[in-house]
């Protein structure tokens, strides 16, 4: 059974950092499967933050381009998100996913396994 566990979150004046993990068991994490980050902000849908697949292939959504930072780590199973300058409107529940397919990691929405979220604040 596969399970991601997040953490990380936290409460953050704006302009500062955090870094999300996502700890992933009963999937390997190797190269060429897909993995994201996605935020819900409360009364908004859920969007794509930044995901990585093959060769380390990575995607951003234009918002956060520049600021955060998605990789992993493939020994230890884990999934992390550098996020940097932070804004208020980066408030939001983070949620990681994985999938077993190895093209088109932009499309999140399809993945099939999903931790339960972390939480993000940034204060102004």
């Known amino acids: 059974q596969v399970s991601l566990v997040e953490s990380g979150g936290g409460s953050v004046q704006s302009g500062g950092s955090l870094r999300l993990s996502c700890a992933v068991s009963?999937?390997?994490?190797?190269?060429?499967?897909?993995l994201a980050w996605s935020r819900q902000a409360p009364g908004k849908g859920r969007e794509g933050v930044a995901t990585?697949?093959?060769?380390?292939?990575?995607y951003y959504l234009d918002s956060v381009m520049g600021r955060f930072t998605i990789s992993k780590d493939n020994a230890k199973n884990t999934l992390f998100l550098q996020m940097n300058s932070l804004k208020v409107e980066d408030t939001a529940m983070y949620y990681c996913?994985?999938?077993?397919?190895?093209?088109?990691?932009?499309?999140?929405?399809?993945?099939?396994?999903w931790g339960q979220g972390t939480q993000v604040t940034v204060s102004s």
């Open positions: 990585i697949g093959s060769e380390g292939r990575t």
């Open positions: 996913a994985a999938d077993r397919r190895t093209s088109w990691c932009r499309g999140w929405f399809e993945y099939n396994y």
């Open positions: 009963g999937y390997t994490a190797r190269a060429g499967r897909c």
